[in-house]
């Protein structure tokens, strides 16, 4: 199990919901203003995006001691984001975020721990941490522990302790664990029964909370009338949000729309132009349907090609697609 595949995983949103927070120092700011500050130079807020300077402003912060801006600074150098990459330097942030106390940190630690980036592995440790933080009431170390027993990293594989973990921080209030439970339900998996009106409940908690997954999901739950009355203006609405603010699969369902006239009139090449944003952003089915529209020119100039190399990207994301335009 990759540990920096888990962080992503446990990643609301966008990279900002970890990477983002905290400065002060020489610039006269406040560490909640440059954390703030950094978070808009991360995300183009506002100002042309620079990493780089975001970067810099989560060190000023993390260095007048905000424990977010640690862990932002920390997420920075895992993934060489405005920095060079050095795993041993972002444990060292973590695990001062975590000394000050920090909860998220506290509980993201483990994911270092478990996985050896930048420290020794130590799964016991991890786990102890875990359940500890877990018993205190902190729901980010229930999200990640629900996690490991979902796949069996550290711990037994143990789906319905995953699920159990889960509803514990999605009650804590955690919008990831609501919108995994959003997904168990609307699938039928995890040991749960398939309940779409349940599905909807959770995925209108995690939307309400930010989750833009969790918008494109109940938008696609509206336009289909899966699990609550059909809406598909409002479903439509919903995914373009989903889609505009960065999220793969909802780019691939506007595509959809776009293609068979959803919620919008026909137009082959609109529904290109998001299959191709959602292939770039990793989404397999968006990757597979861009490839048909290029084998068979559909919107775009036919390009062989170009088709079979998105065809073999789709094939080798490791996911099972759910069939074209679904």
Known sequence: MNGKKIIKWLVVGSAAAILLSGCGGSTGMSADSANAKGLAY????GVSPDAAKAAELFLQAAEAGHGEAMMNLSTCYLYGTGVEAHPEIAFGWIQKAADAGYPKARAYISIFHIQGIGTPENQEKAITLLQEE?????HHAMAILANY???????PLDPAKAIELHRQAANHGNVLSMYYLGRCYSKGIAGVAQNHETAVMWYRKAADAGSLEATGKLGA????GTGVGKDVDKGLGLIREAAEGGDADSMHNLGVCHERGIGVPEDPAEAVRWYRLGAEAGCPEAMYNLSTCLANGKGVEKNPAEAEL???KANESGTPLRGRNS
């Not at 877990?134 to 902190?138: E, H, R, T």
């Not at 739950?221 to 289909?224: I, P």
């Open 221 to 224: 739950c509206y336009a289909m």
């Open 310 to 312: 998105w065809r073999t």
């Open 149 to 155: 027993y979902e796949v069996g990293a550290g711990v």
């Open 42 to 45: 991360l995300n183009g807020d």
């Open 134 to 138: 877990s018993a205190a009431g902190n």
